[in-house]
């Protein structure tokens, strides 16, 4: 199944829920969706005039979520959202790693559009799952790979740290997409200009390779061979007009 048809698949999810919701007043939940299908999902929306709509994945900055597509008026709380976390124990010695955690929901016959972010802390790890998934992973579930685990339902106190960053600075002409992706992979403005315009550039989960593009506070930005991106804007001005700017890489 190619990308392609996914996505004509979606967009036709989305066309349905707000058929629904405006004309038959229910609510309509589609997940678990990656950020590149949460982009995809909120161009549709908004080419459908479509207003009142939530994406949640369980925690306000999580990566995997549900889209929500409400009636109109009918608020979108977070708690309407068929999101269930699991929390899995174990010693603070051992320690499963992300890709563990996924391997062994998968080999419970999960889906993957069925499991949402995985956080992994030291002792700890919630998992965010759909309600058949959540179900299987608390009875199945007590081992991952070789590690003894306890499984139970909720957040048991706080959530692990969903990513990690190294923080990047620099001071640039503009914030433009070539300068700014010079800074961010320490090549020349020359040798930047070509990964955007051989289409290696994407912002916000879409190919960008528009070099003048100015890119905004938050943009996402990914550079193939290099690494992915937040853009945190510009903080301050010099005296030459050329800007402070910062962002920070995923690692």
Same mark, same amino acid.
């Given at each position: 199944?190619?990308?392609? +048809?996914?996505?004509?698949?979606?967009?036709?999810?989305?066309?349905?829920?707000?058929? =629904?919701?405006?004309?038959?007043?229910?609510?309509?939940?589609?997940? /678990?969706?990656?950020?590149?299908?949460?982009?995809?999902?909120?161009?549709?929306?908004?080419?459908?005039?479509?207003?009142?709509?939530?994406? /949640?994945?369980?925690? !306000?900055?999580?990566?995997?979520? +549900?889209?929500?597509? /409400?009636?109109? +008026?009918?608020?979108?709380?977070?708690?309407?959202?068929?999101?269930?976390?699991?929390?899995?124990?174990?010693?603070?010695?051992?320690?499963?790693?992300?890709?563990? /955690?996924?391997?062994?929901?998968?080999?419970?016959?999960?889906?993957?559009?069925?499991?949402?972010?995985?956080?992994?802390? !030291?002792? +700890?790890?919630?998992?965010?799952?759909?309600?058949?998934?959540?179900?299987?992973?608390?009875?199945?579930?007590?081992?991952?790979?070789?590690?003894?685990?306890?499984?139970?339902?909720?957040?048991?106190?706080?959530?692990?740290?969903?990513?990690?960053?190294?923080?990047? !600075?620099g001071v640039v002409a503009s914030s433009r997409l070539d300068c700014i992706t010079s800074l961010l992979t320490k090549l020349s403005r020359e040798k930047a200009v070509s990964l955007i315009e051989g289409r290696m550039v994407s912002i916000n989960f879409q190919v960008n390779d528009n070099i003048s593009y100015k890119l905004s506070t938050?943009?996402?930005?990914?550079?193939?061979?290099?690494?992915?991106?937040?853009?945190?804007?510009?903080?301050?001005?010099?005296?030459?007009?050329?800007?402070?700017?910062?962002? =920070?890489?995923?690692?």
């Open positions: 199944m190619n990308d392609s +048809y996914e996505d004509k698949i979606l967009t036709a999810q989305i066309t349905d829920g707000v058929t =629904r919701a405006q004309e038959r007043y229910t609510e309509k939940f589609i997940g /678990f969706l990656d950020e590149r299908q949460a982009a995809l999902a909120l161009s549709v929306l908004q080419r459908l005039g479509c207003e009142n709509y939530r994406f /949640f994945g369980g925690y !306000e900055e999580a990566q995997r979520v +549900y889209l929500g597509i /409400f009636p109109p +008026y009918e608020a979108a709380k977070p708690e309407s959202f068929p999101v269930y976390p699991v929390t899995f124990s174990y010693r603070e010695a051992d320690h499963p790693a992300h890709r563990d /955690f996924l391997g062994a929901l998968m080999a419970l016959m999960i889906t993957r559009d069925s499991i949402g972010d995985i956080l992994v802390g !030291e002792g +700890y790890t919630v998992a965010f799952l759909t309600e058949k998934a959540a179900a299987l992973a608390l009875g199945e579930l007590n081992k991952i790979g070789s590690v003894g685990v306890k499984a139970k339902a909720g957040i048991n106190g706080k959530l692990p740290s969903a990513n990690t960053f190294q923080v990047i !600075e938050g943009d996402k930005v990914s550079i193939r061979g290099y690494g992915r991106y937040i853009f945190d804007g510009v903080s301050a001005a010099t005296r030459k007009g050329k800007a402070h700017v910062s962002a =920070r890489k995923y690692i």
